[in-house]
């Protein structure tokens, strides 16, 4: 096993939903899209995201799109014109995720980005 | 014999988007409809303070002054405008539209109006009839903010759209009409689809989710920027309608950004809840039947897109006043910028304090912009940065506390430590923090009017 980070599997974009953030993950190939499924477990990404997301993490798959979508509830500090924060429609909780550490079998080939 | 495919463009992904966009797309090549998208959640609430104020206004008015530049282009084409622009006003988008039409000079426009999204008149009397409009959040009843409600809005799907144009509309004016409901209209007119062809509502339904940020579907906001030509002339994007449900999504030829399997994926899952059940007034779009693929430069072919029934109720979008907010922002230079700038943070409530007036920790936000605030515990924070941002913020019931608050972060300039500066636009001053609260409402409660009339 080696390990290699989201950023280098897949390309990101969130946005906000209500006073949570969703963070859609789009694998570059179906090996990256295998590794990412069972490595971004809820819990991970939870984790990964302690200081940001207060509440609990859901997941959601669309396979033919290679994508994972999280909902990282209670992470705008209120949401809408109710947070003080900078980010306060999580615009940039998906490039937050493509730091994330995960680890790849041996002999897994990494995919190239687009172009 | 309807004509294929049909081209519709979305020139405004919110309120406060580049003119350069619907500008842009009426000269630059093809069109058949123009979409606009105006209306985030919390523009309804604004829009009504606005109009409590005024009773002409309430509406974008953006759309207006967009408007009195591109209608020659629109005129001479027989381009379709559709626009969420009416706001809580479309009455009063109408006759700012038709004025400036006449203004121009032109003549046989047709603009069609759709109202009856706004319930807020109409709260008691559904009560009454048993509405709860319990929020989708947190289960409470609308009772607990009754008092302080500041608007409340159906959201309305493409039928009363279809139907304006059906009357000959060039141009049609909504309130509060789901954005991707302004892309699917002209494809139920143009094509004539029934109102319970699920697969192919869902389809136009899943065009216009992916044009209705705008260029975020074709390069901006994209995880391989480097990789995006020429992103100052981006192309907003166009969707090549096709009778039987697929479409092609692209841009004008020669205009910058990218279009590509890639960027539009990005967009599918943006504001992504479940990608199985994607609800709108028209119908459930199911994300996970779609298929993407990369048919030639900037040219994706989307189809076999599976939808089912549209759902029973109809959301609303209602708000209220949960009292103010202010924040403010000081730059400060190092050495010991961090440290620097908790002292001032610390100062600012101990002075406030001093004053009487204080602020509970979970109304109070401090951040230091340079040190990972976007990022935090995901990305370690730099040692001793050259310079970073201060930024402080308040929130209360009291307005009054929140203005005090306002006129405690200039003095530091003087009565800080060194390097403070880059105060800047003035005093913090108190801002109505206006409350989100979803609810769902009775298909058949809710009324459209459609008027259409000539300028």
């Known amino acids: 096993m080696k390990k290699a980070t989201v950023g280098q599997l897949a390309y990101s974009r969130s946005g906000d939903k209500g006073d949570g953030s969703n963070v859609g993950v789009v694998a570059l190939s179906d090996a990256a899209f295998r590794v990412l499924k069972a490595e971004l477990t809820p819990e991970r990404v939870k984790k990964h995201f302690a200081k940001i997301a207060k509440g609990k993490v859901e997941r959601y798959e669309a396979p033919n799109l290679r994508a994972l979508n999280f909902i990282l509830h209670d992470s705008l500090g209120g949401g809408g014109s109710e947070s003080l924060k900078t980010d306060a429609q999580g615009k940039t909780h998906g490039l937050g995720i493509l730091a994330m550490e995960v680890e790849v079998p041996d002999g897994f080939e990494m995919p190239s980005p687009p172009r | ?455």
């Open chain 2, 1 to 455: 014999m309807s004509r294929d495919p049909v081209l519709i463009a979305n020139g405004q992904g919110f309120w406060g988007d580049s003119i350069l966009g619907p500008v842009r797309l009426v000269r630059e090549g093809p069109l058949h409809y123009l979409t606009l998208d105006y209306l985030a959640e919390v523009t309804m609430s604004i829009m009504q303070k606005l109009k409590r104020r005024d009773p002409g206004a309430g509406y974008a008015t953006d759309f207006v002054t967009m408007l009195d530049r591109i209608l020659p282009e629109v005129a001479a084409k027989g381009i379709k405008v559709i626009a969420n622009a009416g706001g809580v006003n479309p009455e009063a988008c109408r006759k700012a539209v038709l004025e400036t039409i006449q203004k121009k000079g032109l003549r046989g426009i047709k603009v069609g109006v759709v109202s009856g999204d706004d319930i807020l008149e109409r709260i008691p009397e559904m009560t009454a009839k048993g509405e709860t409009f319990a929020s989708m959040d947190t289960g409470e009843p609308l009772s607990k903010v009754k008092e302080k409600l500041l608007s409340a809005n159906a959201y309305i799907g493409a039928g009363p759209i279809v139907e304006a144009l059906r009357k000959g509309a060039q141009i049609v004016i909504t309130g509060r009409c789901t954005d991707p409901s302004l892309v699917l209209a002209p494809m139920i007119h143009e094509f004539d689809w029934s109102m319970d062809d699920w697969n192919k509502l869902a389809a136009g339904t899943v065009a216009g989710h992916i044009v209705e940020c705008g260029p975020q579907c074709t390069g901006g906001n994209y995880t391989y920027w480097r990789s995006v030509p020429n992103l100052a002339r981006i192309g907003y994007p166009i969707v090549e309608a096709h009778p039987d449900g697929t479409f092609h999504v692209t841009k004008h030829a020669k205009t910058g950004g990218l279009c590509t399997v890639e960027t539009v994926a990005s967009q599918l899952v943006y504001e992504m809840g479940d990608p199985a059940k994607y609800l709108t007034p028209d119908v459930v779009a199911d994300f996970t039947s779609i298929r993407l693929e990369q048919e030639g430069k900037d040219r994706v072919r989307v189809s076999g897109i599976r939808g089912a029934e549209r759902p029973a109720k109809l959301k609303v979008s209602a708000s209220y006043l949960n009292g103010y907010k202010a924040s403010g922002q000081l730059t400060v230079a190092g050495p010991d910028a961090i440290e620097k700038s908790r002292l001032c943070a610390d100062v600012v409530f101990e002075r406030l304090k001093m004053d009487g007036v204080e602020f509970p920790p979970e109304g109070r936000l401090v951040e230091i912009v340079g040190t990972g605030v976007c990022h935090e515990g995901i990305v370690p924070p730099p040692k001793d940065p050259s310079e970073v941002v201060l930024r402080i913020g308040v929130k209360d019931a009291d307005r009054a506390k929140v203005d005090r608050f306002g006129r405690e972060i200039a003095p530091l300039v003087t009565s800080g430590p060194p390097g403070v500066t880059g105060f800047a636009g003035g005093r913090p001053q108190a801002t109505e923090i206006v409350a989100y609260w979803p609810a769902l409402v009775s298909r058949n409660l809710i009324e459209t009017t459609v008027t259409v009339e000539e300028a």
